[in-house]
């Protein structure tokens, strides 16, 4: 990469300098796939969006394009503020700018799977989430990081994150706008041009994700104490997710839940939460009332929730996501004794549980017009693995977990009809290996989600040619089967996974968390939910804003989104290219032969490999989109 034509950067250090220091600030334009930390001093600019003297962009109809503005000073400079001006069209790309923050990496070795990958991390500061320079949730849109203070003490770096928007439908063509950099009473403006290609990418997201929240702040409010208030924060994380092409939920019992009635003691009928209750009311519980849940979920179903009425602005609007989760409570992780002492059967109540909801869940769905929607349930989470002793006879761990999951997947089968709610499978195991024996579960699960590493590409094109209705996912694991997720990495290790998706014919990924930190005060500083993990940032995708005051900043009242969070886009949205060159071309063919170029393997077919099996360069990354957008734009006509 060369780095940024020197002229301009005189002009812009002569332009701007600091309160009565005389020290003037630098520049460099990045894509959005470097990471420079904090300190890190040879920083170039990326020649796939900065020309020497201007800003590039290329998008689509319905895309976010993204760039980084990255800041250089030698002595400190104060008051800096950074706008993007309206481009010369008659509709608005929206942009959206964003401070980025620096984490101290504490423990970013990354030891999960093969323990590869990860960026140099001792005593460095890499930047994670992204704070709005302006507060995106508040009428006024007050200053949130605008303003802000480099101070090369601290680090002679400081980016700044720039998502441009273009709406769907947007007239072919180049605008221009300009980027400005402010600072003590003096402005340099950096040129901008973004070529709008003659299509748009499809409101329907073709590549699923799904992640968890396991809470929105520790002191927020609960939909048990305050529902209104709860999902007036709740909204805001599932807009920002849909915007980027995921659904993020809370997980069972911390969001809207369905009730069931009951009759206590003094022959009151009560009306109980399943899943407080969870096991200890099974013989009493059949749920019956689903005004809450579809009261609040039902804004996300019907695609009501991504209104501009409602306030978003974004990708697939009016849109809802093509699957959701039932809400029956995860009741199983890793096995329990309930499984012992009754063999692997369920016993007449736990039956008629899942059996009875499921079947007034299916007749609410159905008189809400949502049965179009794919439903799955989340009930177990890593309760099998490897292959026990036994396991040709049926007296096998396994043997007995995976009867409990057959005879919960009947009982829903039999309230709600087969293939309308599928119970979802996690596992570090490669289902393969069941074959032939009493633990072999590919008759019984619809919803397949191993870890990437466990996903047996061979095995899974075998049972999608059989099963074709049926939903492949994968969760996380690391290189070189899939992309690291940690926060000291690239931007290139997630995009892989949407783009891992479509090499490999998979439905989507699945993340096990989307916010759940260890130091819930301290989630910006560690993202992590543990204190032992060496995954910096597992079980953190997503920022609550609440937060912001703890380093420095004025709260705001919704998520705060991450660089990581922009890197998982940009794979959702190079997905849809693919997807819409195959539309166009009537085959997968050409798209495939584009995506072999930049990824050679992946999930069980990097078996062996000691490094990642796609490319490292972020041109090639580029190149791929480029020609994808060539090759739609020759079918178009």
Not at 176 to 189: D, I, M, P, Q, Y
Not at 201 to 212: A, F, I, K, N, Q
Request: some cysteine; aromatic content about 12%.
């Amino acid at each position: 990469m060369k780095r940024i034509h020197a002229g301009w950067c005189m002009l812009l250090t002569a332009a701007i300098v600091a309160h009565g220091q005389g020290a003037g600030l630098e520049f460099r334009v990045l894509d959005d796939i470097a990471k420079p930390t904090k300190d890190q001093a040879d920083v170039q600019s990326s020649p796939t969006v900065f020309d020497g003297v201007k800003i590039v962009l290329k998008g689509a109809g319905n895309e976010v394009v993204a760039f980084q503005l990255l800041l250089q000073a030698k002595e400190k400079v104060t008051g800096i503020n950074v706008r993007m001006a309206p481009f010369d069209s008659k509709i608005q790309p929206q942009c959206e700018l964003f401070l980025e923050f620096y984490q101290k990496i504490l423990r970013g070795g990354y030891g999960w799977g093969t323990g590869r990958g990860a960026l140099p991390w001792q005593n460095k500061r890499y930047p994670d989430p992204l704070i709005p320079l302006v507060d995106p949730y508040a009428p006024a849109h007050g200053e949130i990081a605008q303003g802000f203070t480099l101070d090369p003490t601290n680090g002679p770096n400081q980016g700044v994150w720039v998502d441009v928007f273009i709406p769907k439908d947007f007239p072919a063509g180049s605008y221009k706008s300009v980027l400005s950099v402010e600072a003590a009473g003096t402005k340099r403006e950096i040129p901008v041009s973004l070529q709008v290609y003659n299509f748009s990418l499809p409101d329907e997201t073709h590549c699923d994700c799904y992640g968890e929240l396991y809470g929105l702040d520790s002191d927020e409010k609960k939909f048990k104490d305050d529902p209104e208030g709860a999902w007036a924060l709740y909204r805001r994380f599932i807009q920002m997710g849909h915007a980027h092409r995921f659904l993020p939920l809370l997980v069972s019992g911390s969001g809207p839940a369905p009730y069931a009635r009951t009759v206590n003691t003094n022959g009151v009928q009560e009306r109980l939460s399943a899943f407080q209750q969870k096991l200890i009311l099974k013989d009493k519980l059949t749920w019956v009332d689903f005004d809450q849940w579809g009261k609040y979920y039902g804004e996300v179903l019907d695609g009501t929730l991504f209104t501009r009425e409602q306030g978003y602005a974004g990708p697939c609007e009016k849109t809802p996501p093509s699957f959701f989760q039932a809400p029956f409570p995860e009741l199983w992780s890793g096995g329990c004794g309930y499984m012992k002492e009754n063999g692997g059967a369920l016993d007449d109540p736990m039956r008629r549980f899942y059996a009875n909801s499921a079947s007034n869940f299916w007749n609410y769905v159905q008189s809400r017009k949502w049965d179009q929607t794919r439903f799955f349930c989340y009930i177990f989470d890593e309760c099998d693995g490897g292959v026990d002793k036994g396991a040709e006879t049926g007296k096998s761990r396994n043997a007995q977990v995976h009867r409990t999951m057959k005879d919960v997947q009947d009982a829903i089968d039999q309230g709600a009809g087969p293939g309308r709610i599928n119970m979802m499978w996690t596992s570090h195991t490669r289902p393969g290996l069941w074959v032939g024996t009493s633990d072999d579960i590919s008759d019984i699960i619809r919803w397949w989600v191993p870890n990437a590493a466990a996903y047996d590409v061979d095995f899974f094109r075998n049972l999608r040619a059989r099963k074709s209705s049926e939903t492949f996912w994968f969760y996380h694991d690391g290189q070189p089967a899939i992309g690291n997720h940690s926060v000291n990495e690239t931007g290139i290790d997630l995009m892989t996974w949407g783009l891992m998706c479509w090499k490999y014919k998979v439905n989507g990924s699945f993340w096990w968390s989307m916010l759940n930190s260890w130091r819930p005060q301290h989630i910006f500083e560690d993202p992590c939910y543990s204190d032992g993990d060496d995954r910096w940032g597992n079980g953190t995708l997503v920022y609550p804003g609440k937060r912001l005051a703890v380093v420095g900043f004025k709260a705001i009242d919704g998520p705060v989104a991450s660089f990581r969070m922009k890197s998982f886009r940009r794979g959702q949205q190079d997905y849809e290219y693919l997807w819409l060159l195959s539309q166009r071309k009537g085959s997968t063919i050409e798209a495939d032969a584009l995506l072999d170029k930049v990824i050679q393997a992946g999930l069980s077919k990097a078996d062996g490999l000691k490094t990642p099996g796609w490319s490292q360069d972020p041109a090639d990354w580029y190149k791929l989109r480029a020609d994808a957008a060539v090759a739609i734009t020759a079918a178009v006509h």
